[in-house]
């Protein structure tokens, strides 16, 4: 109540307006009075209607910045009211933005100063005449006078100059204010000063007054704008040219462009006096490089990390930029590629035509296909024609320096790395290495290096092609780099193998540990046509007396990487002296299998397979081998030297010759059976002859053609005999799925029957509806299915599921590796189908086949 009260009787002039509509809500009688109409006439009406038209955009615009950026106040502002009589009414306005019955309004109150601008205008006839600027401040720091012939007013804009005192006036010019300061405590001061774009003489006397004190103060400037601009551009261009000319030293000495960037931009920010100078580096356009181009994000080999990277670096007031210039775009250019809001080389963004523009794009290197764009903003005042000239001029000579070592760095770089993964090669790893060691060797330390070599690289090579391979090898070369620590160094020596060096290592559990860790992050498939899995096999070597040489350290890690081949994929060992005696043994083997093969040496067994009724379904052949100095040797030592060799392809040759050549026999009506499990059970003849295969010779199309065609004479077993089944390998499948199902496929319709072989546990990943191939009649599982299972109900649990899950997709289900009555008779309770191992039966010995064929029998047991 009191609010309303108060509005009402001041006496000063009060209004209430809208700020969205302008109209006048209310008014009280003073302002009514100096407007020259009733309260009943001011309420309702718009202000446009009531101040002086030539005043009433730029007075308005004001308001509405006000309201628009969030301020409570607008400034004091001289407000010229027309009455209806036609004369005017000056007024001292001020307002502030106050919520009113839920709506925004602006109080104003307003003060006459009619008369005294009155007196100023008639004191202004006689100042405008002098041929300088010229006013007076009373010791209050209120405006008494101001004219001058001078164009523009030293000390205020007439806007600004109503201010009533000094501080509210020159808030933002303390330097002046001070000076004014200095003056009315009696000093004459004399300055040369820039206000409002231009530069003046400034002198400042005080008037005496009563007491001998200064009571007012007079002030006389000139306009010097000329004299200083010209004095300050001379000033400009030295130490433009003199920063050209350090640029340019820098450039001739530097074999490192960071150097470079950093000074460019903390050149071209001083000079220029920006707001902020950008770098965007531009990928290198392969095919236009021309074998330029540096390693992958332009890194050094042993990396001075480069300037601003392929990708654009984020920077204070990027979206304040893109607002103003258009360009909402992140990511990189290529050389050559300007988007919405980029300009040619040098162009400017103008905000609008004619005037000078807050942002400018230079190009590094050439114009059409630049190496980096600089862009430049300085949002206060534009940057003129100079400006850009000198920015052209810092990008010309940075970008010849840039190409200079780039190229340099490019050549030294190639000589020691991959090309296909930018990692450091043999030569640059055996460098490092060689220093690692003689490092080592002074302060006590040991050097660790791992051997890779991926698993199922070759697969990927024979199915996708070699496209394929190399971008695979690129992804594990970017995995390869995570996994490393920081100082160590991974290298691609060819193919697919790969090492790392480790400095620093305790001992060969650190190197476990950080074995472990590549495994581990190479175990996630890799997106090629589809996802595909590699692994690798780790080999570790520990530098020590008897490794003290690179070569031989590098070569120990190799011999460790293959004795974990022969382990299966995924595995990780470290060299030893066990390790090195394995070797030598597996080399003995390999020389004497491949005697073996020419010698004739090899013989067949078959192990039978029996059903839930016990008696022989089939029977599984394999080969054996009586070694020279091991005796017998079963397929589980024969197939890992025959695929080191290179002989798995001339095993499975020979295991296909033989199934046929027994098939042939077990035809004959005459041919004794095969005993039952663990000898119970009436000897039978076997429904079925099984041959695993390995991935090899299931691609070997004529070795296929070969099985094909006598499968081709196999009907009825009643009639005809066993019917050839093979075994696939699951490594096959997970391999190259489309290729495995092909051959499946081609197989069953030749009346070969085809089971999916595991040799490790749960195919349930492998063998799932949408995928089988429609030839596959059964699975083997994995012998690790079977432990335990005779006491352990979790395994007894999981080789339930996985028998009932494949049953419902139509498939027999074999368990090998059933060595105990306990474990056969709980595989049955189970309701597994077919059982393979000791328990079923032992496997039928070459002699016994030979005697029986020579005998005109079958060669079963």
């Not at 290495?433 to 791992?450: E, N, P």
């Not at 620590?485 to 650190?510: H, K, N, T, Y």
């Not at 199934?659 to 000897?683: K, S």
Request: charged share 30%; net charge negative.
């Amino acid at each position: 109540m009191w609010a309303v009260e108060l509005f009402d009787v001041l006496e000063m002039g009060l209004t209430l307006s809208g700020v969205e509509d302008r109209r006048i809500r209310r008014a009280n009688a003073a302002a009514c009075q100096m407007a020259g109409r009733d309260e009943a006439d001011l309420v309702g009406m718009d202000w446009r209607d009531l101040v002086d038209p030539a005043q009433f955009d730029d007075l308005f615009v004001t308001m509405e910045r006000v309201v628009v950026d969030g301020e409570k106040r607008g400034g004091q502002r001289l407000v010229r009211l027309v009455r209806p009589d036609g004369t005017i009414t000056h007024a001292l306005s001020s307002g502030v933005i106050i919520e009113a019955d839920g709506e925004q309004c602006v109080l104003a109150q307003f003060q006459d100063i009619s008369e005294l601008i009155s007196t100023q205008v008639q004191l202004q006839t006689v100042l405008d005449h002098v041929p300088v600027a010229v006013f007076l401040l009373d010791q209050d720091g209120r405006v008494v006078a101001r004219g001058g012939s001078a164009t523009h007013d030293p000390v205020a804009s007439p806007g600004r100059f109503d201010e009533s005192r000094i501080r509210a006036a020159f808030r933002d010019r303390p330097d002046l204010v001070a000076l004014m300061r200095r003056s009315m405590g009696g000093e004459y001061v004399h300055e040369v000063l820039e206000a409002h774009g231009r530069w003046y003489d400034l002198h400042l006397v005080p008037l005496p007054g009563a007491g001998g004190r200064p009571s007012s103060l007079a002030g006389v400037a000139s306009d010097v704008t000329d004299r200083e601009r010209a004095t300050a551009e001379l000033l400009v261009r030295t130490a433009r040219q003199t920063a050209l000319a350090d640029l340019a030293q820098r450039a001739l000495e530097s074999a490192d462009e960071q150097p470079l960037w950093d000074h460019c931009v903390r050149t071209l920010t001083e000079q220029l006096s920006a707001d902020e100078v950008v770098v965007r580096r531009h990928l290198v356009d392969e095919d236009a490089a021309d074998g330029l181009a540096g390693p992958p994000g332009w890194a050094a080999p042993d990396p001075p990390p480069t300037p601003a990277g392929d990708e654009e670096r984020p920077w204070p007031g990027a979206e304040r930029w893109a607002d103003r210039t258009g360009d909402h775009g992140t990511g990189d250019h290529r050389a050559g590629d300007h988007r919405a809001g980029d300009h040619p080389a040098g162009e400017r963004a103008a905000e609008e035509p004619g005037s000078e523009p807050s942002v400018v794009r230079i190009p590094v290197g050439s114009a059409t296909e630049p190496i980096a764009t600089i862009t430049i903003c300085r949002a206060a005042r534009g940057l003129t024609c100079e400006d850009v000239d000198f920015a052209r001029s810092v990008g010309a000579v940075l970008g010849s320096a840039v190409l200079r070592i780039r190229v340099e760095a490019a050549t030294r770089f190639w000589s020691l790395h991959d090309p296909l993964t930018g990692l450091p090669n043999r030569g640059a790893l055996l460098d490092r290495l060689r220093r690692s060691l003689r490092r080592a060797q002074r302060d006590g330390h040991r050097t660790g290096v791992l051997f890779i070599d991926l698993d199922g690289f070759k697969a990927v090579n024979d199915t996708f092609g070699h496209q394929a391979g190399d971008e695979l090898l690129k992804v594990i070369g970017d995995r390869l780099r995570r996994v490393i620590r920081p100082g160590d160094v991974v290298s691609r020596l060819g193919g697919d193998e790969f090492a790392m060096l480790c400095e620093g290592v305790d001992g060969l559990d650190d190197l476990r540990a950080i074995g472990e860790r590549v495994m581990h992050e190479l175990a996630p498939p890799v997106e090629l046509h589809r996802p595909v899995s590699v692994g690798g096999s780790v080999g570790l070597a520990l530098s020590g007396p008897d490794l003290t040489d690179a070569e031989q350290l590098l070569d120990a890690a190799d011999v460790a990487m293959y004795q974990a081949k022969q382990g299966g994929p995924g595995r990780c060992v470290a060299y030893d002296e066990r390790v090195r005696a394995t070797i030598a043994t597996r080399l003995r083997d390999i020389t004497e299998l491949r005697r073996a093969f020419g010698a004739d040496e090899l013989r067949p067994r078959f192990r039978p397979v029996a059903d839930r009724s016990r008696t022989v379904f089939a029977a599984e052949a394999v080969a054996c081998w009586l070694h020279p100095t091991r005796s017998w040797l079963g397929p589980e030592d024969i197939e890992p030297i025959a695929f080191e060799a290179g002989l798995s392809g001339d095993l499975d040759g020979w295991l296909v010759d033989n199934m046929i050549r027994y098939l042939e026999a077990l035809r004959r009506p005459d041919a004794p059976g095969i005993p039952g499990p663990a000898g119970r059970g009436e000897p039978g003849r076997p429904r079925e002859l099984w041959l695993r295969l390995s991935d090899r010779g299931l691609r070997d199309a004529a070795l296929r053609k070969e099985l094909i065609a006598h499968a081709a004479g196999c009907g009825e077993p009643a009639a005809r005999g066993p019917v050839p089944c093979v075994l696939v390998p699951d490594t096959l499948r997970r391999a190259d799925r489309q290729q495995s199902d092909a051959i499946i496929d081609e197989l069953a319709e030749a009346g070969v029957a085809v089971r999916l072989d595991f040799a490790e546990l749960g195919p349930i990943r492998a063998v799932t509806v949408d995928s089988l191939p429609r030839g596959l009649v059964g699975v083997r599982l994995s012998d690790k299915n079977a432990r335990a299972v005779e006491h352990d109900e979790t395994a007894q649990a999981i080789l339930a599921g996985l028998i009932r899950i494949l049953h419902l997709l139509r498939l027999d289900v074999t368990v090998r590796g059933v060595d105990t009555p306990g474990e056969l008779a709980a595989v049955r309770a189970l309701n597994c189908d077919l059982f393979q191992g000791s328990a079923v039966g032992p496997d039928l010995h070459h002699r016994q086949a030979d005697s029986r064929a020579a005998g005109g029998g079958s060669a079963a047991v």
